[in-house]
């Protein structure tokens, strides 16, 4: 496996490549954690400068709760609306942010987190999750990653079932 940045070819070609093995990892497989957990080791592996990859999963209130992830031990209820991954899934739409101490209600799992970026789980016209990734350096998450984060997410819907 290579990290983006230390890969000799563009990131663009890196990121395609990671969405193939995706694709290849869950294509016969319709179990919703195993898919999961596969797609969060996959990113662990793939980025480089991260120090939490992991899903947090809708339950029937609004409310996040903790799933498949590679990292520290992180917060497991996160409601609707609160920090990063609470407003992504309220919004619908990926949330960048360079600086989580300039964010407004930042919730902090890992000290370590300078950076993150949220890209909601959206099917059938429900959010069932987010992928949340965090980096111990400020600014580590551009236009590229979430772009490619939200191709990855759109293949990683397909092969979930709710």
């Not at 989580?100 to 016209?125: M, R, T, W, Y």
Request: charged residues 25%.
């Amino acid at each position: 496996m290579f990290a983006v940045e230390n890969y000799s070819g563009k990131r663009e070609e890196n990121y395609q490549l990671v969405l193939k093995q995706l694709q290849a990892l869950i294509e016969d497989e319709k179990n919703m954690i195993a898919n999961l957990s596969n797609a969060s080791a996959l990113l662990n592996q793939f980025l480089d400068r991260v120090n939490w990859v992991g899903f947090y999963l809708t339950d029937e209130q609004d409310e996040l709760v903790l799933g498949p992830f590679q990292g520290l031990p992180a917060c497991v209820r996160i409601k609707f609306g609160k920090g990063v991954c609470g407003t992504a899934a309220q919004t619908r739409e990926t949330v960048v942010v360079a600086d989580v101490n300039q964010f407004p209600g930042h919730i902090a799992c890992d000290a370590a987190s300078q950076s993150e970026i949220v890209v909601p789980l959206v099917k059938n016209d429900k959010v069932i999750g987010v992928l949340d990734i965090d980096s111990p350096e400020k600014n580590r998450f551009d236009e590229i990653d979430k772009a490619y984060l939200e191709k990855f997410v759109g293949i990683l819907i397909n092969y979930i079932n709710n």
